[in-house]
C-alpha cells in the first residue's frame, strides 16, 4: 500500500489550517480582544491630537474598523469550516468517501486540536486482504462490490464523530476521534470479527456469487512521538505494514504444511 506524500505540507501548518483549529468561543473572545485594543489604539491617539481625534464617535468608528480587519480572516476560515461540519467531502465516486487529501487535512486539523486542547485521537488504517486476486478471478466488478462491502461494514461500526475515507487503491482510514490506542485496536477488532460473519455479495458475469475476506490493520495514537499528521500516518502506516508481513508469513507456513 502507497501512502499520498504529505512532505509538502508537514513542514509546518499553513494560515489557513491555524485559523480552521479555533472554535466559535475562542473566534468570539479574539473578536472582542481586537475591538478592545483598536478603542485602545483611538484613545491614544484622541489624547495625542485631540483637535482631528478627539471625537467618541471618530475613536469608535476606528476600534471599529480595526477590530473588523483583523478579525476578518478569523471568521471567514470559522464559517468555512462551519459550511462542512464534518470536515470532509466525497471525493471518491466508487465508496462515496473523502479521499486521502481531504483526510489528511482533517486529520491535521483535529491533531492540532487535541495537542492544544489536551484530547486524544488515533489513526486506523485497513487494508482489504487479496483484492488483486479478487479482481482477477471474480472479475473488477466483482472486486469494486467487495470494497462497498468493506466500507459498509467498516461504517457501521464505527462512531458518528468518527471519519472513514478512502486512503488508497483497496486501504481505508478511519479517525477516531477521543480515542486512544487501546480503543483504536478494539475497534479494528470488530471490523474483523464483522468480516468473519458477514461475506460479500456481489454479482458479476450475471449470477450473485459470495466472497469471503478480511482486512490488515495499522493503528497510531496521539502521543509524544506522534503529534502530527505525519507522525500519526506514518505510525499506523508502519504497524500495517508488520500486521501484512505477519499475515504473509502465516500464509507461507500454512502453504508449506499443505
Known sequence: MKRPDDSARSAG??????????????VAVMAVGLLATGALVAGIIGEVSPGAYGSLAIGLALATIFAVAAGAPLLRAWRKRRARPAGVSADDPLTRLPGAETFTSRVREEAARAVRLGGSIALALFDVNSLDDINRTYTRAAGDGVLRHVVALIDANKRASDVLARWEGDAFAVLLLECDERGARAFVERIEHALTKDPAQVETRGRAITIWTGVCAGVSALGPRSSTASELTAAATLDLERAKAERERRRQAWLRAS
Open 13 to 26: 501548518l499553513r494560515l489557513d489550517d491555524v485559523y480552521r483549529v479555533y472554535t466559535v468561543r475562542e
